[in-house]
């Protein structure tokens, strides 16, 4: 739960600093893909390849920072950069998301254009994240997540462990269509309208009000207890009843936090099948699964690999770097009608990683990969 709390007098309700995200706009499908197609994309858009190594870097230039207009008129220049204790709190919510033993690995860099995540602390401007594999599309000079309150005090960590879950794809669980909340809407606009948020009509909607597309949640259960669910205090649900005086989350990861988190992310196999030239591999798995080949490639030059049969997957190739696999390109066919297809040069003597994770196939086994 990314949340702040701030106590009032006892005659007043709990008030909370939450996490504001992005508004990014739906992904929208043409008429050729149907619907059982486009829940299946759905359900595994923006997740991360599993065996991904995802890097995240800490603004640290005294240049890092954006100049904003304050109530009177007058300008101010509001950093990025945040003091080492903040960090801690965040590499330490990392590490809790990794201990779960999950596949995917965290690694902090030093320089920006080798991170995937860039985190800044940019006091007054709330605590957010972009959701999964989303923060490949921003620019490297920007943030992908921000922390706009001290990390180090009351529910710093779980502020961070909540972040951290949207970067790893994870929406805000009180959206969970399957919750059955009815808000007491025109309460919780005056709510979040009022400080410490001061949030717009528009923002309150996106990240309370609006219910999450059905496909994206795959049935999954309501969680009040998961980390990606806010606080609320009394007077904002109207039903269930037993929430009319506000809900509460107990903190920290919850079950179904780790069961899902384990769902996407299982640990890796630790010896990799290989992927030879002219040999295709034809492939018995489910939408969400996935395969990992190692490639040793004994010419240099360029190389294809291909999807074949109607689906819908992502291919991703990585290269190893003394031990530490670096992304080198892939290709996402999901809801086009093309197969996935990559075109890189190769070098003998060095050793690649081919991971392929499947949204959509039309029959069990009729999908195959090939290299050539």
Known sequence: MATKKKHTNDDEPTTFSYCDLPMVPPRVFGPEVDPNRASAIVVNDNKWVNGTVIH??????????????????????RTWVGAEKQKDVVRQAFGIWKDLGIGLEFEEVDDREDAEVRIGFMQGDGSWSYIGTYVLEIGAGQRTMNFGWDLTTGDGLDTALHEIGHTLGLPHEHQNPNAGIVWDEEAVYAALAAPPNNWSRDTTYYNIIRKLDPNTVDGSAWDPDSIMHYPFGPGLILKPDKYKKGISPKGGLSDLDIQWMKTFYPPLEEELEELELFMAKRLFIQPGDQVNYVIQPKATRYYDIRTFGTSDTILVLFEDEDGELRYRTADDDSAQEYNAHIRY????????VLRARLYYQNLTGQFAIMMW
């Open 345 to 352: 040069k190769l070098v003998k003597g060095r050793k690649y």
């Open 56 to 77: 995240y870097y800490f603004f640290d230039q005294d240049t890092d920072g954006e100049t904003v207009l304050l109530a009177n008129g007058n300008q101010q220049f």
